[in-house]
Protein backbone atom coordinates (compact mmCIF):
# COMPACT_ATOMS: atom_id res chain seq x y z
CA UNK A 1 0.00 0.00 0.00
CA UNK A 2 1.52 3.34 -0.99
CA UNK A 3 1.70 6.24 1.19
CA UNK A 4 -1.26 8.09 -0.52
CA UNK A 5 -3.55 5.15 0.10
CA UNK A 6 -3.39 5.18 3.58
CA UNK A 7 -6.03 5.95 5.80
CA UNK A 8 -5.12 9.10 7.35
CA UNK A 9 -5.94 8.96 11.42
CA UNK A 10 -5.32 11.88 14.14
CA UNK A 11 -5.17 11.18 17.48
CA UNK A 12 -4.83 13.83 19.87
CA UNK A 13 -3.20 13.56 23.56
CA UNK A 14 -0.74 10.99 21.82
CA UNK A 15 2.80 11.35 23.06
CA UNK A 16 2.09 8.70 26.10
CA UNK A 17 -0.09 5.91 27.24
CA UNK A 18 -3.15 4.86 25.89
CA UNK A 19 -2.76 7.72 22.87
CA UNK A 20 0.75 6.87 21.98
CA UNK A 21 -0.54 2.78 21.76
CA UNK A 22 -3.41 4.29 19.63
CA UNK A 23 -0.93 5.63 17.01
CA UNK A 24 1.33 2.68 17.12
CA UNK A 25 -1.41 0.20 16.50
CA UNK A 26 -3.11 2.00 13.99
CA UNK A 27 0.21 2.47 12.06
CA UNK A 28 0.57 -1.32 12.25
CA UNK A 29 -2.76 -1.74 10.51
CA UNK A 30 -1.43 0.08 7.51
CA UNK A 31 -2.75 3.65 8.71
CA UNK A 32 -0.93 6.65 8.76
CA UNK A 33 -0.92 8.42 12.20
CA UNK A 34 -0.62 11.73 12.95
CA UNK A 35 0.43 11.87 16.44
CA UNK A 36 -0.36 14.86 18.12
CA UNK A 37 0.54 16.75 21.78
CA UNK A 38 0.59 20.02 23.46
CA UNK A 39 4.15 19.99 24.16
CA UNK A 40 6.20 19.44 20.92
CA UNK A 41 9.45 18.26 22.46
CA UNK A 42 7.75 15.09 23.57
CA UNK A 43 5.66 14.72 21.09
CA UNK A 44 7.98 14.56 18.81
CA UNK A 45 10.16 12.54 20.43
CA UNK A 46 7.44 9.87 20.89
CA UNK A 47 6.93 10.13 17.08
CA UNK A 48 10.33 9.54 16.06
CA UNK A 49 10.37 6.46 18.38
CA UNK A 50 7.29 5.32 16.24
CA UNK A 51 9.04 5.75 13.12
CA UNK A 52 11.96 3.98 14.53
CA UNK A 53 9.77 0.78 14.58
CA UNK A 54 9.03 1.61 11.04
CA UNK A 55 5.97 3.25 11.36
CA UNK A 56 4.06 5.44 9.52
CA UNK A 57 3.80 8.21 11.71
CA UNK A 58 3.81 12.17 11.71
CA UNK A 59 3.96 14.98 14.49
CA UNK A 60 1.61 17.81 14.89
CA UNK A 61 1.53 20.37 17.60
CA UNK A 62 -2.14 20.28 18.92
CA UNK A 63 -3.86 22.01 21.91
CA UNK A 64 -7.29 21.21 21.90
CA UNK A 65 -8.24 24.12 24.05
CA UNK A 66 -6.82 26.73 21.50
CA UNK A 67 -9.19 27.47 18.28
CA UNK A 68 -6.24 28.62 16.30
CA UNK A 69 -4.24 25.16 16.67
CA UNK A 70 -6.80 23.41 15.97
CA UNK A 71 -7.41 25.65 12.70
CA UNK A 72 -3.66 25.21 11.82
CA UNK A 73 -3.87 21.57 12.25
CA UNK A 74 -7.12 21.45 9.64
CA UNK A 75 -5.45 24.04 7.10
CA UNK A 76 -1.83 21.14 7.45
CA UNK A 77 -3.96 18.06 7.22
CA UNK A 78 -5.92 20.00 4.28
CA UNK A 79 -2.74 20.86 2.45
CA UNK A 80 -0.91 17.48 3.09
CA UNK A 81 -3.87 15.17 2.70
CA UNK A 82 -6.96 16.63 1.51
CA UNK A 83 -8.60 14.87 3.88
CA UNK A 84 -8.96 12.79 7.63
CA UNK A 85 -10.50 9.34 7.83
CA UNK A 86 -10.33 8.66 11.48
CA UNK A 87 -10.49 11.22 14.40
CA UNK A 88 -9.62 9.86 17.77
CA UNK A 89 -10.39 12.35 20.38
CA UNK A 90 -8.31 11.09 23.19
CA UNK A 91 -6.76 14.22 25.05
CA UNK A 92 -7.83 14.56 28.43
CA UNK A 93 -7.41 15.41 32.45
CA UNK A 94 -8.09 14.46 35.47
CA UNK A 95 -8.24 16.88 38.39
CA UNK A 96 -10.42 16.06 40.62
CA UNK A 97 -10.27 12.52 41.65
CA UNK A 98 -12.21 11.75 44.80
CA UNK A 99 -13.41 15.34 45.20
CA UNK A 100 -16.85 15.83 46.68
CA UNK A 101 -18.55 17.71 44.07
CA UNK A 102 -19.19 20.78 46.12
CA UNK A 103 -15.63 21.06 46.92
CA UNK A 104 -14.11 20.87 43.40
CA UNK A 105 -12.97 24.92 42.67
CA UNK A 106 -14.85 25.86 39.64
CA UNK A 107 -11.60 26.29 37.74
CA UNK A 108 -11.42 23.10 37.48
CA UNK A 109 -14.98 22.28 36.26
CA UNK A 110 -13.68 24.96 33.80
CA UNK A 111 -10.33 23.63 32.76
CA UNK A 112 -11.83 19.68 32.34
CA UNK A 113 -14.45 20.90 30.59
CA UNK A 114 -12.16 22.93 27.92
CA UNK A 115 -9.92 19.68 27.58
CA UNK A 116 -12.28 16.83 27.75
CA UNK A 117 -15.53 18.24 26.62
CA UNK A 118 -15.00 21.85 24.27
CA UNK A 119 -11.66 20.21 22.53
CA UNK A 120 -13.32 17.17 20.64
CA UNK A 121 -16.62 19.48 20.17
CA UNK A 122 -13.99 22.15 18.18
CA UNK A 123 -12.15 19.05 16.58
CA UNK A 124 -15.58 17.34 15.20
CA UNK A 125 -16.36 20.56 13.80
CA UNK A 126 -13.60 21.25 12.21
CA UNK A 127 -13.16 17.48 10.67
CA UNK A 128 -16.50 16.00 10.52
CA UNK A 129 -17.59 18.64 7.41
CA UNK A 130 -14.40 17.19 6.12
CA UNK A 131 -15.76 13.52 6.79
CA UNK A 132 -19.07 14.09 4.89
CA UNK A 133 -17.67 15.38 1.94
CA UNK A 134 -15.31 12.50 0.75
CA UNK A 135 -18.58 10.36 2.53
CA UNK A 136 -15.49 8.26 4.95
CA UNK A 137 -15.13 8.60 8.79
CA UNK A 138 -14.33 7.21 11.85
CA UNK A 139 -14.93 9.29 15.43
CA UNK A 140 -13.86 7.70 18.54
CA UNK A 141 -14.48 9.59 21.35
CA UNK A 142 -12.57 8.42 24.34
CA UNK A 143 -14.68 8.36 26.94
CA UNK A 144 -14.97 6.35 30.32
CA UNK A 145 -17.51 4.49 32.70
CA UNK A 146 -17.12 7.27 34.54
CA UNK A 147 -19.75 9.75 31.89
CA UNK A 148 -22.17 6.79 31.96
CA UNK A 149 -25.44 8.07 33.76
CA UNK A 150 -26.79 4.77 34.18
CA UNK A 151 -23.65 4.11 36.77
CA UNK A 152 -23.30 7.92 37.54
CA UNK A 153 -22.22 8.06 41.22
CA UNK A 154 -20.68 10.24 43.53
CA UNK A 155 -17.41 12.68 43.83
CA UNK A 156 -14.82 13.11 40.73
CA UNK A 157 -18.08 15.45 39.81
CA UNK A 158 -15.86 17.82 37.00
CA UNK A 159 -14.54 14.64 35.10
CA UNK A 160 -17.90 12.54 35.06
CA UNK A 161 -19.61 15.43 33.76
CA UNK A 162 -17.07 16.08 31.14
CA UNK A 163 -17.01 12.58 29.95
CA UNK A 164 -21.13 12.09 29.88
CA UNK A 165 -20.85 15.57 27.80
CA UNK A 166 -18.70 13.99 25.33
CA UNK A 167 -21.22 10.95 25.09
CA UNK A 168 -23.75 13.31 24.47
CA UNK A 169 -22.05 15.12 22.06
CA UNK A 170 -21.02 11.28 19.99
CA UNK A 171 -25.21 10.88 19.83
CA UNK A 172 -25.30 14.16 18.32
CA UNK A 173 -23.05 13.97 15.98
CA UNK A 174 -23.69 10.43 15.04
CA UNK A 175 -27.44 11.75 14.32
CA UNK A 176 -26.03 14.77 12.22
CA UNK A 177 -23.88 12.35 9.88
CA UNK A 178 -26.74 9.79 9.71
CA UNK A 179 -26.75 7.93 6.35
CA UNK A 180 -23.34 8.83 5.18
CA UNK A 181 -20.52 6.43 5.91
CA UNK A 182 -19.16 7.91 9.02
CA UNK A 183 -19.18 5.89 12.48
CA UNK A 184 -19.08 8.23 15.76
CA UNK A 185 -18.52 6.42 18.71
CA UNK A 186 -17.69 6.61 22.61
CA UNK A 187 -15.55 3.96 24.46
CA UNK A 188 -14.14 3.36 27.84
CA UNK A 189 -10.36 2.24 28.04
CA UNK A 190 -11.30 0.72 31.65
CA UNK A 191 -8.33 1.58 34.22
CA UNK A 192 -4.84 1.30 32.43
CA UNK A 193 -1.59 1.67 33.44
CA UNK A 194 -0.68 5.09 32.35
CA UNK A 195 0.19 8.52 34.11
CA UNK A 196 -3.66 8.94 34.57
CA UNK A 197 -4.50 5.63 35.91
CA UNK A 198 -1.21 4.99 37.72
CA UNK A 199 1.00 1.91 37.81
CA UNK A 200 -1.60 -0.23 39.59
CA UNK A 201 -4.16 -0.39 37.22
CA UNK A 202 -5.18 -4.01 35.65
CA UNK A 203 -4.50 -2.98 31.86
CA UNK A 204 -1.84 -1.99 29.62
CA UNK A 205 -1.64 0.74 27.47
CA UNK A 206 -2.28 -2.02 24.60
CA UNK A 207 -5.31 -3.51 26.18
CA UNK A 208 -7.08 0.29 26.59
CA UNK A 209 -6.30 0.76 22.91
CA UNK A 210 -7.93 -1.94 21.08
CA UNK A 211 -11.32 -0.79 21.57
CA UNK A 212 -10.29 2.47 20.00
CA UNK A 213 -8.18 0.96 16.84
CA UNK A 214 -11.58 -1.62 16.48
CA UNK A 215 -13.66 1.30 16.64
CA UNK A 216 -11.25 3.58 14.35
CA UNK A 217 -11.28 0.42 11.57
CA UNK A 218 -14.49 -0.47 11.88
CA UNK A 219 -16.49 -1.66 7.95
CA UNK A 220 -19.13 0.37 6.46
CA UNK A 221 -21.66 -2.01 8.50
CA UNK A 222 -20.21 -1.59 11.87
CA UNK A 223 -22.07 -0.13 14.54
CA UNK A 224 -22.28 3.95 15.29
CA UNK A 225 -23.74 6.16 18.09
CA UNK A 226 -22.59 3.52 20.54
CA UNK A 227 -21.00 3.22 24.08
CA UNK A 228 -18.27 0.14 24.17
CA UNK A 229 -15.94 -1.03 26.77
CA UNK A 230 -13.34 -4.36 24.61
CA UNK A 231 -15.60 -4.40 21.81
CA UNK A 232 -18.97 -4.71 23.49
CA UNK A 233 -21.88 -2.21 24.06
CA UNK A 234 -22.13 -0.89 27.76
CA UNK A 235 -24.92 1.25 28.97
CA UNK A 236 -25.10 5.26 28.46
Known amino acids: MSSNDKKIALVTGANRGIGFETCRQLAIHGLRA ?3 SRDPIKGQSAAE ?12 ALDVTDLDSIHSMYEDIQEKFGRLDVLVNNAGVYLDEGDSVFKVP ?3 FRETMEVNFYGSLNLCRAFVPMMRKNNYGRVVNVSSGYGSITQMGRYTAAYRISKA ?3 ALTRIVAAEVAGKNIKVNSMCPGWVRTDMGGSS ?3 SPEKGADTIVWLATLPDDGPTSGFFRDRKPIAW
Open 106 to 108: MEV
Open 201 to 203: APR
Open 165 to 167: ALN
Open 49 to 60: SLRREGLAVDYH
Open 34 to 36: ILT
